[in-house]
């Protein structure tokens, strides 16, 4: 008895002088600096964590805030775990004045308790420094500019340029052209798409947009009616028809991330369908320095497809509460954040898109700049497959199945998902 | 053991406290909430509007909540039968007088030590990966061909194995301070008595450890109703039939998921529900089965 | 008659134990190579991992993942922090759990079932539906920082260390305290100075388990620590792993699950050593 309680002092000791260092490391106090915003104290929830290259970012954006205006930043770093208690924290009140989240929650889970930013985004031209795309949907779905941009993300097919180049592919614009690459860069001796099964809905959704609109896949994932629709059927037809033809890289559909990491690993692999964050992962996973292109999804004219262009686009954005104190100041924050010079260091620093159209994105987000400005109607994540919570789990296992060929005909693709709804 | 009341009062106190600061209030609240349409599960009770059993209907309606549900119950069965076996076998060969015993225990407890993130990765990675992974590896060693481990059919599967693997340990401690319990006379009264390996087993060991399986049983249905990390695993990005589990399906309902923002506390709430009732009922069912009032030493 | 195991090697008896052996080896064997895996992962690069060239080194030790993951992340403070947490929820959970569970096994009261029907009710609502709510009331009333963090820590690991020394009370002998009572202990007495060291191996497992909760815990600290400051080792991996996965620095993410790893390691070791004394039958015989 008498080891054990001084084991268990000793470890108390340790305990207690851990807490004590952990306690004592006490900021460095800056010089306050005369300014517009002295004694202006914001709380800023942030997703990310301190030592990931956004967070430092933000975290020196928040520093020359401070030096110029003479506010007070308090950055708590929650993770991407935010979306689990932010909800909670707002309803409670808690003492926050800004906070980072998906603009699709923001739009539609939190509007009731974030700040209408209209007005102050007019009188900043907020217009002339963003993506229209992203403005016009959460004003859709909150009915007023409820966040502002800080990390777009935009979807498509990602390519190594330089397969392309040795193969001599154009660009393909529709299925049919697309198809005909594929079979080229077979005959080159490449294997054309890589695809991990985390993403096997993500790329099916985009086939279903360009044959019958992501409107309607939502319909019918909601209620059902796949057998009944020629489109659905046709596009799980498309995709048996080009695992068939071999245009699937070597044991994919994979688990993640090993398909998609063969592009860097072998070099054989040209492409993906995906978001924009792909190029870099591969890239840092894999050690390669893949040069990296993209293009949107080709499209299915009418009557055959929808003939739908749309990409996929999301973002991750800044929102200011609705009980704020210090909504302008607040506002002015994010200005510097998601403009110019800020703007351009958290492009550069994480290899994103830049929020600000008129920085300059890193190479290897070549062309999605453009790609977001032409963007009118963004699709969303898994463009309407993800709907239905309730069979959620069993469309996305249907899914992969079918990209593994279990399934023989379109037909029966559809017959298993009519088969949820009972 | 009349004069016994103040000392049951002192002694039961704190545990009774705790049950009413931390407990009482959020599972009456689950409780309540379950037959009510909630979108928050914050939500003051003043948004709430009643919905009768609609919660339970809707997630037994569920095909995901169901495939859930059946992911679960194979993982309890199966899983409960290897693990616990293997733990229980474990456990008394390293009772049985072998040498090293210390190191075996330590090699075969570690695992359940190591963050699941670690381990998952190294089972995904090295052990199940088509490519270069173990088992394909030793596969292709005999002439065969790789089989697709993570693959819609054997998902399920290969996550399950991953998790025994790691859990055999922690049950195998637990058998191992059972048996350490019962004193070595009794061992050594049944091998004068000419009793044989095997026989004393049977007969000392395995009925003296009722209370402990009673508690292993239990304990294994607690962690198979909180199954989360590995499934969260093995489906990066969002959720798949083949290894959805409750929980899973507990969190996508009350925080959203990954492209649509639609949550329903309600839903979550029956769904925590339906699991505490299945593990009072298999408590109440081994409390029934595993009657051991009678045995002391 | 204690007989140092190394006197004598006796191969008939040792020859008994050979199948016993074989399922031992067979199994560890399978422990070994993964957790050599992680090992040897913590010490190579993303390239490596992914395409199963782990054991290969053909870019030599990575031994700078380890100080990347030390310095980079702080993880002195998340050491501190769990430690703190982890010990002071295991002593005092200790006290609060094992008095009730004896009492629970030995007595029989109107209320006894349903205490223990409310203990295992506790412990099988998903931690979600606890956690939510309780921080839904402590923001709503302003109660922060590291003793609630604490106080949920001990309060959580409550049910499952009463039910679990349940057992272990209950197939204790009454001829302890019914001779403790010859001698005229009051049976308070009696418990902390005879039972509760009866159930030493129980205690120290059940300790050790208490111990790996808290540390691996992530989603309370999460919700409750709110400041980088409290945060503990369990949040802090999940933060490592995020940034390295933007990062690719996979490497990394080993070590750092590695560091993580052997202050566990350490504490087991040092505490099974208790497992193995199991009542030696002393105290009362006949």
């Not at chain 2, 309890?76 to 693990?83: C, D, E």
Request: proline fraction near 3%; aromatic fraction near 14%; hydrophobic fraction near 50%.
């Amino acid at each position: 008895m008498n080891r054990k309680r001084l084991v268990v002092t000793v470890v108390l000791l340790m305990a207690a002088a851990c807490f004590a260092f952990a306690a004592g490391s006490s900021e460095t106090t800056t010089k306050k600096a005369e300014g517009v915003y002295s004694g202006v104290t914001l709380n800023f929830w942030s997703m990310w964590n301190s030592n990931e290259p956004q967070g430092q970012v933000v975290a020196a954006a928040a520093k020359a805030f401070e030096e110029k205006t003479g506010a007070k930043i308090n950055i708590e770093w929650k993770g991407r775990d935010i979306n689990k208690i932010i909800a909670t924290a707002l309803e409670a009140g808690e003492n926050i004045d800004v906070f980072e989240e998906d603009y699709r929650r923001i739009g539609n889970v939190y509007k009731n308790y974030v700040y209408d930013l209209t007005d102050m985004a007019k009188a900043a031209n907020y217009d002339a420094q963003s993506y229209a795309c992203f403005n016009e949907e959460i004003t859709k779905w909150a009915g007023f500019l409820a966040a502002i941009t800080e990390q777009p993300q935009v979807g498509g097919i990602f390519y190594n340029k330089e397969i392309f180049k040795n193969a001599g592919i154009t660009i393909p614009t529709t299925w049919d052209e697309f198809l005909a690459v594929n079979q080229k860069l077979v005959d080159k001796g490449y294997e054309p798409m890589a695809l991990d099964s985390a993403y096997a809905d993500f790329f099916f959704g985009y086939h279903l947009d360009r044959r019958i609109g992501q409107a309607v896949t939502t319909e019918l994932v909601k209620n059902g009616g796949w057998s009944k629709n020629a489109g659905a059927v046709a596009a799980a037809q498309d995709i048996i028809d080009y695992r068939k033809a071999g245009y699937l890289a070597a044991g994919a559909p994979d688990e993640f991330p090993s398909s998609q990491n063969k592009i860097g690993l072998t070099g054989k692999v040209a492409m993906i369908v995906c978001a924009n964050y792909v190029c870099s992962e591969v890239n840092n996973t894999t050690g390669a320095n893949i040069d990296w292109g993209m293009f949107n999804y080709p499209t299915i004219a009418a009557p055959a497809g929808s003939g739908s262009t749309n990409a996929y686009a999301g973002a991750n954005s800044l929102a200011i509460t609705k009980y704020s104190k210090n909504p302008q100041a607040a506002f002015d924050f994010l200005m510097l954040l998601t403009s110019g010079e800020y703007d351009q260091k958290m492009a550069n620093a994480a290899s994103q898109i830049p929020a600000d159209p008129r920085n300059v994105a890193p190479a290897i987000m070549n062309g999605t700049i453009e790609t977001l400005q032409a963007t009118s109607s963004p699709l969303s994540w898994s463009m309407g497959l993800n709907a239905n919570p309730d069979i959620k789990a069993n469309v996305k296992t249907n899914i992969i199945a079918l990209f593994e060929g279990k399934f023989a005909t379109g037909a029966d693709f559809a017959k298993a998902m009519d088969a949820l709804y009972k | 053991m009349r004069n016994d009341k103040k000392l049951i009062i002192g002694f039961l106190t704190p545990c009774i406290l705790t049950l009413f600061i931390m407990y009482l209030y959020p599972v009456a609240r689950t409780l309540v909430m379950s037959f009510f349409r909630i979108e928050s599960v914050t939500a003051a009770t003043s948004t709430w509007s009643f919905y009768g059993l609609g919660n339970y209907a809707k997630i037994f309606h569920s095909p995901s909540f169901k495939s859930a549900m059946w992911n679960m119950v194979r993982i309890w069965l199966v899983g409960g039968i290897l693990t616990l076996s293997l733990a229980l076998i474990f456990a008394m060969i390293l009772t049985s007088g072998i040498r090293f015993k210390k190191f075996f225990r330590a090699a075969i407890y570690m695992p359940n030590i190591i963050s699941a993130v670690a381990l998952a990765t190294m089972w995904i990675q090295y052990v199940f990966n088509q490519d270069y992974g173990m088992l394909n590896q030793m596969i292709r060693f005999f002439g065969g061909t790789g089989v697709k481990w993570l693959g819609t059919d054997l998902k399920f599967w290969a996550m399950l194995f991953s998790f025994i693997f790691g859990a055999v340990g922690y049950y195998m401690l637990i058998f191992i301070s059972g048996i350490e319990k019962i004193p070595a006379d009794i061992y050594e009264a049944a091998t004068i008595d000419g009793a044989s390996k095997v026989q004393q087993a049977m007969k000392i060991t395995m009925p003296l450890l009722k209370g402990v399986t009673k508690t292993n049983i239990t304990f294994w249905s607690i962690h198979t109703t909180t199954f989360f990390l590995w499934s969260m695993m093995f489906s990066p990005v969002d959720t798949e039939a083949a290894t959805i589990v409750p929980v899973v399906y507990l969190y996508n309902t009350v925080f959203g998921s990954k492209g649509n923002s639609q949550r329903d506390a309600g839903a979550g709430a029956a769904v925590g529900v339906v699991l505490a009732l299945i593990i009072v009922a298999i408590y109440f069912v081994m409390n029934r089965l595993f009657k051991d009032d009678d045995v002391e030493y | 008659m204690k007989r140092s195991p190394y006197d004598r090697i006796n191969w008939k008896r040792e020859l008994h134990f050979l199948p016993g052996y074989i399922v031992l080896i067979a199994w560890i064997a399978f422990a070994a190579a993964f957790l050599l895996w992680i090992l040897a992962a913590s010490l190579s690069t993303s390239r490596e991992i992914f395409s199963g060239n782990v054991f290969a080194f053909k870019t030599g030790l990575h031994f700078e993942n380890y100080a990347k993951a030390w310095r980079q992340q702080n993880v002195s403070r998340f050491f501190g922090n769990s430690l703190l947490y982890a010990v002071v929820t295991c002593v005092v959970v200790i006290f609060i759990s094992a008095p009730a569970a004896y009492v629970l096994s030995r007595y029989k009261f109107f209320s006894n079932k349903m205490i223990r029907s409310s203990l295992i009710v506790a412990m099988s609502i998903p931690a979600v539906m606890i956690i939510m709510p309780l921080f839904s009331m402590t923001t709503r009333w302003g109660i922060k920082g590291r003793i609630l963090l604490i106080a949920l820590y001990i309060f959580s690991h409550v049910p499952y260390t009463t039910i679990y020394l349940l057992n272990f009370f209950a197939t204790l002998s009454r001829t302890y305290e019914e001779a403790a009572a010859i001698d005229g202990c009051p049976p308070g007495k009696t418990f902390w100075i005879i039972m509760l060291p009866l159930v030493q191996p129980a205690l120290v497992t059940v300790t050790i388990f208490n111990f790996l909760g808290v540390w691996n815990e992530f989603f309370m600290a999460l919700i409750f620590a709110n400041t980088e400051k409290m945060t503990p080792v369990g949040v802090g991996l999940l933060q490592i792993v995020n940034a390295m996965k933007y990062t690719g620095d996979y490497g990394g993410l080993f070590a750092a699950v590695i560091i993580v790893f052997l202050p566990t390691f350490v504490l087991y070791l040092f505490l099974s050593e208790r497992i193995i004394q199991g009542v030696t039958g002393g105290g009362i015989k006949g």
